[in-house]
């Protein structure tokens, strides 16, 4: 395991770390709270009615609006001194193939000289064998030289233009810009993508000798040992609704959060993403919108919605994997928070704007993104926009736009069910009908392709290249969403909830995690992901959920004293997570929504207000929220008793017919809520331990069989073929058939819990049979820039301006399924930021066939080449006009530059 995350025993004595006199203070306090009852507890936390204690660490409320804590991080204690690193041209993982690094043993010298690798050539593989005692860890703050032979590439370039990769591929000399280190500890990262924007991991040769260096500090953390010791309210929150309970923990968590969401507001009425996040990002402020800021700040929610549409009336994708749009899609909840802001404040003027916007949107993915096969949409997992973090390192952008997931078909199908909803409010009940149907269509094919009777939830996504197979990860937002949103029917909702893994911190982004990648959407729970699944869980009535997912959003403000936007699921600390920050804006909308949709219940319509509240008997007593503002009144409600049964409910005094107020309501009113103190049913949940799935395999083929190097904490080995079980072995080798048809193979390394490794690129056997291609250079004059790595006598390049429309005749030799793409290079970003991403529409004759996505390969690496996503069509025997065109859904986010340079179009017969 590359990451010896610090497990949840090491939290006790890390308090013994710290002076006398903070150890005395600790121990009174956690003394002084252990004599009340506790509200919950974990094997990882204990809460009290006014405090938290978390090992030797306890944050206290003093009042409502007074808040500390003594919590110190762990981060950097107890780090193995065992350093593994790979080295990195342009960015990429290309020096070594995948689960093979460098290690080396930072164990200061006895003379006090300072560390330093041995020179290392690139691609060839160094193992520090020094023996490391019992008991010594990596000291923080240890420096170390890291030196590299870069002079047998250089001398390639030389010779012949050109590196050959461990891979096959070929590294161009123009190509070649950077070369970066990558690695396990900090301020090392296995984040590849990122690797250009820290320049401390970048190797220079100043003397132009070939041998490149760079000394880091080890295990510096740039966090502070402790966010803050106190918090105390200092701005005027009074025009937010108030909070009263018999909780002064809770109370003082809620005040803390109202002080954030107000700061979270800019001068140009927009809101902040977060402490560290200046902007406006389409999907922080989108799920935020949804869990409360739609309650809380309307006119801030609609402004900061509106800053996220291009002047074409279109929803921006703003962050996402090759270039955004149309990688990623889950611009689409955009709609959804745009229908929470009318069900909110009722404005007909704000509907009447949205509703274009929307419509435009999934009139545009229709065309670009949507399956006709599966019923899904192509694209993204929603807000997991970190490749490494949540894919098989093989997956190319390309291949993620052909993915589909969970959590942004779940977006999808609502924004469908929102439009249709605003097109029956508007009076367009043709509009509605066509939206509905898809809707639909998108929800049975989350429940026919994503469902795993077997786990009891969803799985992550289907991934692959020419077919698809389901990824069995569990994939927290989205398996929320289905619950919420109404994917799942009310039983499997209920399954969803108790079958979802969850850790002593709370529910991790997915589960299990991925081996040699660094926590941020791996092995982290982010408390909007955890607020989501508390809501989910109230709506089932699942109350051990509901309370625990109340907790574990508590948990971290109260020690951290800020709403930090992740922390580390396997030991609950908010320094070791890749990026961070405080003041987070879904975070702290999170813990608010959970009181005002969870708590209290507030379910709003476009028509009406209904209470559905559900306290946990943990959390029984009295509690009022006062000064809530609902479109043109204002109430003051009263919640008494614990449960999910209303004995009685009343307006002004007077019974309030099924818990509901309408939208026409006025003026000031005070709701009084009595429940009837039953809970509901006792529901389960799936608590599990911290867990790392297998490394991927990487597989070849030779002579008849498939080999991989044998993977670390695998027992078993299961074989695809074209996506479907096609054996299993115990040894790192399969016998396969020779093809008589187009197959492809993957490799999946299994360990002894039963756990999978994601499956190994897919390897096509004998593929030149079944495969015809065709140069398009001559369909078009080729290009005359100066790129390499083309095959035949040139490429072509396709721009808004250059081919608009690009035509070749292909033959089929006989009638069957078809894979048809297309090799080419975009080096206009990138892989994993921008908005370059080019789009064209394939069409045989009139015939749309699919759209072919060429995202972006790497900053002016005009000589990387790969292949688009396959479009697969059916095609019958005979020979055909295929056109490439540029057309009006083919607009991708930056509008401008939408351009790729194309090498020959391939078209394989699959089936």
């Given at each position: 395991?590359?990451?010896?995350?610090?497990?949840?025993?090491?939290?006790?004595?890390?308090?013994?770390?710290?002076?006398?006199?903070?150890?005395?203070?600790?121990?009174?306090?956690?003394?002084?709270?252990?004599?009340?009852?506790?509200?919950?507890?974990?094997a990882?936390?204990?809460?009290?009615?006014?405090?938290?204690?978390?090992?030797?660490?306890?944050?206290?409320?003093?009042?409502r609006?007074e808040?500390?804590s003594d919590?110190?991080?762990?981060?950097?204690?107890?780090?193995?001194?065992?350093?593994?690193?790979?080295?990195?041209?342009?960015?990429?993982?290309?020096e070594?193939?995948?689960?093979?690094?460098?290690?080396?043993?930072a164990?200061?010298?006895?003379?006090?000289?300072?560390?330093?690798?041995?020179?290392?050539?690139?691609?060839?593989?160094?193992?520090?064998?020094?023996?490391?005692?019992?008991?010594?860890?990596?000291a923080p703050n240890?420096?170390?030289?890291?030196?590299?032979?870069?002079?047998?590439?250089?001398?390639a370039?030389?010779?012949?233009?050109?590196y050959?990769?461990?891979?096959?591929?070929?590294?161009?000399?123009?190509?070649f810009?950077?070369?970066?280190?990558?690695?396990?500890?900090?301020?090392l990262?296995?984040?590849?993508?990122?690797?250009?924007?820290?320049?401390?991991?970048?190797?220079?040769?100043?003397?132009?000798?070939?041998?490149y260096?760079?000394?880091?500090?080890?295990?510096?953390?740039?966090d502070?040992?402790?966010?803050a010791?106190?918090?105390?309210?200092?701005?005027?929150?009074?025009?937010?609704?108030?909070?009263?309970?018999?909780?002064?923990?809770l109370?003082?968590?809620?005040?803390?959060a109202?002080?954030?969401?107000?700061?979270a507001?800019?001068?140009?009425?927009?809101f902040?993403?977060?402490?560290?996040?200046?902007?406006v990002?389409?999907?922080?402020?989108?799920?935020?919108?949804?869990?409360?800021?739609?309650?809380?700040q309307?006119?801030?929610?609609?402004?900061?919605?509106?800053?996220?549409?291009?002047?074409?009336?279109?929803?921006?994708?703003?962050t996402?994997t090759?270039?955004?749009?149309?990688c990623?899609t889950?611009?689409?909840?955009?709609a959804?928070?745009?229908?929470?802001?009318?069900?909110a404040t009722?404005?007909?003027?704000?509907?009447?704007?949205?509703y274009?916007?929307?419509k435009?949107?999934?009139?545009?993915?229709?065309?670009?993104?949507?399956?006709p096969?599966?019923?899904?949409?192509?694209?993204?997992?929603?807000?997991?926009?970190?490749?490494?973090?949540t894919?098989?390192?093989w997956?190319?952008?390309?291949?993620?736009y052909?993915?589909?997931?969970?959590?942004?078909?779940?977006?999808?199908?609502?924004?469908?069910q929102?439009?249709a909803?605003?097109?029956?409010?508007l009076?367009?009940?043709?509009?509605?009908?066509?939206?509905?149907?898809?809707a639909?269509?998108?929800?049975?094919g989350?429940?026919q392709?994503?469902?795993?009777?077997?786990?009891?939830?969803y799985?992550?996504?289907?991934?692959?290249?020419?077919?698809?197979?389901?990824?069995p990860k569990?994939?927290?937002l989205?398996?929320?969403?289905?619950?919420?949103?109404?994917?799942?029917?009310?039983?499997?909702?209920?399954?969803?909830?108790?079958?979802?893994?969850?850790?002593?911190y709370?529910?991790?982004c997915?589960?299990p995690q991925?081996s040699?990648?660094?926590?941020?959407h791996?092995?982290?729970?982010?408390?909007?992901?955890?607020?989501?699944?508390?809501?989910a869980a109230?709506?089932v009535?699942?109350?051990?959920?509901?309370?625990?997912?109340?907790?574990?959003?508590?948990?971290?403000?109260?020690?951290?004293?800020?709403?930090?936007?992740?922390?580390?699921?396997?030991?609950?600390?908010?320094?070791?997570?890749q990026?961070?920050?405080?003041?987070?804006?879904w975070?702290?909308?999170?813990?608010?929504?959970?009181?005002?949709?969870?708590?209290?219940?507030?379910?709003?319509?476009a028509?009406?207000?209904?209470?559905?509240p559900?306290?946990?008997?943990?959390?029984q007593?009295?509690?009022?929220?006062?000064?809530f503002?609902?479109r043109?009144?204002?109430?003051?409600?009263?919640?008494?008793?614990?449960?999910?049964?209303?004995?009685?409910?009343t307006?002004?005094?007077?019974p309030?017919?099924?818990?509901?107020?309408?939208?026409?309501l006025?003026?000031?009113?005070?709701?009084r809520?009595?429940?009837?103190?039953?809970?509901?049913?006792?529901?389960?949940?799936?608590?599990?331990?911290h867990?790392?799935?297998?490394?991927?395999?990487?597989?070849?083929?030779?002579?008849?069989?498939?080999?991989?190097?044998?993977v670390?904490?695998?027992?078993?080995?299961?074989?695809?073929?074209n996506?479907?079980?096609?054996?299993?072995?115990t040894?790192?080798?399969f016998?396969?058939?020779?093809?008589?048809?187009?197959?492809?193979?993957q490799?999946?390394?299994?360990?002894a819990?039963?756990?999978?490794?994601f499956?190994?690129?897919?390897?096509?056997i004998?593929?030149e049979?079944f495969r015809?291609?065709?140069?398009?250079?001559?369909?078009?004059?080729?290009?005359?820039?100066?790129y390499?790595?083309?095959?035949?006598?040139?490429?072509v390049?396709?721009?808004?301006?250059?081919?608009?429309?690009?035509?070749?005749?292909?033959?089929?030799p006989?009638?069957?399924?078809?894979?048809?793409?297309?090799?080419?290079?975009?080096?206009?970003?990138p892989?994993?930021?921008?908005?370059?991403c080019?789009?064209?529409?394939?069409?045989?004759g009139?015939?749309q066939?699919?759209t072919v996505?060429?995202?972006?390969?790497?900053v002016?690496?005009w000589?990387?080449?790969?292949?688009?996503?396959?479009?697969?069509?059916?095609?019958?025997?005979?020979?055909y006009p295929?056109t490439?065109?540029?057309?009006?859904a083919?607009?991708n986010?930056?509008?401008e530059?939408?351009q790729?340079?194309?090498?020959?179009?391939?078209?394989?017969?699959?089936?």
């Open positions: 395991m590359r990451y010896p995350f610090l497990p949840v025993g090491f939290l006790l004595p890390l308090g013994l770390l710290g002076s006398c006199q903070m150890q005395k203070s600790t121990t009174l306090t956690a003394a002084a709270t252990a004599a009340a009852p506790p509200v919950w507890q974990s990882a936390y204990t809460v009290y009615r006014d405090s938290l204690v978390q090992g030797m660490h306890t944050a206290r409320a003093l009042s609006t808040l500390t919590y110190q991080s762990p981060a950097n204690e107890f780090q193995s001194p065992q350093v593994s690193f790979k080295f990195s041209l342009n960015g990429k993982d290309n070594m193939p995948p689960g093979q690094d460098h290690t080396f043993m164990i200061p010298k006895a003379d006090g000289t300072g560390l330093e690798t041995p020179l290392i050539v690139f691609g060839q593989h160094y193992v520090d064998k020094t023996l490391v005692p019992a008991n010594t860890y990596l240890t420096p170390l030289k890291i030196r590299l032979d870069l002079r047998p590439l250089l001398a370039f030389q010779q012949q233009g050109y050959q990769l461990y891979n096959g591929q070929k590294l161009y000399k123009d190509d810009k950077h070369v970066f280190v990558a690695g396990n500890t900090t301020p990262s296995w984040d590849f993508d990122n690797l250009i924007n820290k320049p401390q991991l970048e190797l220079k040769d100043p003397d132009g000798d070939g041998i260096e760079t000394t880091l500090t080890l295990n510096a953390h740039s502070a040992k402790t966010t010791s106190s918090w105390k309210q200092n701005l005027d929150v009074s025009g937010f609704p108030q909070l009263t309970s018999n909780y002064p923990l109370d003082a968590l809620y005040n803390m109202l002080e954030e969401a107000k700061r507001v800019e001068p140009d009425g927009t902040r993403t977060g402490q560290e996040w200046a902007g990002w389409t999907r922080d402020i989108s799920y935020s919108i949804i869990l409360s800021q739609a309650l809380l309307p006119e801030v929610a609609k402004t900061s919605l509106m800053r996220k549409v291009t002047p074409e009336g279109r929803i921006i994708q703003d996402g090759g270039g955004a749009y149309p990623s889950d611009r689409i909840i955009w959804t928070a745009a229908w929470e802001i009318y069900k009722g404005d007909e003027a704000w509907l009447r704007q949205v274009p916007i929307i435009n949107c999934i009139e545009d993915d229709q065309q670009v993104a949507y399956d096969v599966t019923g899904l949409v192509r694209g993204e997992s929603s807000f997991l926009d970190w490749r490494e973090q894919y098989p390192k997956m190319q952008p390309a291949d993620i052909q993915s589909e997931t969970l959590g942004t078909n779940a977006a999808h199908f609502q924004g469908n929102v439009l909803l605003m097109a029956e409010q009076g367009h009940p043709e509009v509605a009908a066509k939206h509905h149907k898809l639909e269509g998108i929800k049975a989350i429940n392709h994503l469902w795993l009777e077997e786990n009891g939830y799985g992550q996504y289907l991934y692959g290249r020419n077919f698809l197979s389901v990824s569990a994939e927290a989205g398996e929320a969403l289905t619950v919420l949103f109404g994917v799942a029917d009310e039983a499997r909702a209920r399954t969803v909830v108790a079958s979802t893994p969850v850790l002593d709370g529910v991790p997915i589960y991925i040699g990648i660094p926590p941020y791996n092995n982290a729970v982010w408390p909007f992901v955890q607020s989501y699944w508390g809501l109230a709506k009535g699942n109350e051990a959920s509901f309370m625990e997912s109340l907790m574990a959003v508590a948990r971290p403000a109260a020690m951290f004293l800020t709403n930090k936007e992740n922390f580390v699921a396997s030991n609950g600390d908010f320094a070791g997570t990026i961070n920050s405080s003041n987070m804006l975070s702290l909308s999170g813990s608010l929504g959970l009181v005002y949709k969870g708590l209290f219940g507030m379910d709003f319509q028509d009406r207000l209904t209470f559905r559900f306290v946990p008997q943990a959390l007593g009295t509690r009022k929220l006062t000064g503002k609902y043109q009144s204002t109430l003051d409600v009263e919640l008494l008793g614990y449960g999910r049964t209303i004995r009685s409910i307006l002004d005094g007077q309030l017919h099924d818990a509901t107020i309408p939208a026409t006025t003026g000031s009113h005070a709701i809520i009595e429940l009837a103190n039953e809970s509901p049913a006792a529901a389960s949940q799936n608590k599990v331990p867990h790392i799935a297998p490394m991927t395999p990487a597989v070849a083929y030779t002579n008849g069989r498939l080999t991989w190097a044998a670390e904490g695998a027992n078993a080995y299961q074989v695809l073929r996506g479907q079980f096609a054996g299993r072995t040894t790192p080798e016998a396969v058939p020779t093809p008589v048809a187009y197959t492809e193979y490799v999946l390394a299994v360990d819990s039963g756990f999978e490794s499956a190994s690129e897919p390897l096509p004998g593929a049979k015809r291609t065709y140069e398009l250079e001559t369909a078009a004059a080729k290009s005359g820039k100066p390499h790595g083309f095959t035949g006598r040139g490429f390049e396709i721009s808004t301006t250059h081919n608009q429309a690009l035509t070749t005749r292909v033959q089929i006989e009638t069957g399924l078809y894979a048809i793409d297309f090799r080419y290079a975009n080096g206009n970003g892989i994993n930021t921008s908005n370059k080019a789009i064209r529409t394939l069409r045989l009139q015939q066939l699919g996505v060429l995202p972006q390969r790497g002016e690496e000589s990387d080449w790969g292949f688009s996503n396959p479009v697969i069509v059916r095609l019958e025997k005979g020979s295929l490439l065109a540029y057309e009006t083919d607009r986010m930056n509008s530059v939408n790729a340079m194309l090498d020959y179009l391939r078209v394989t017969r699959i089936k």
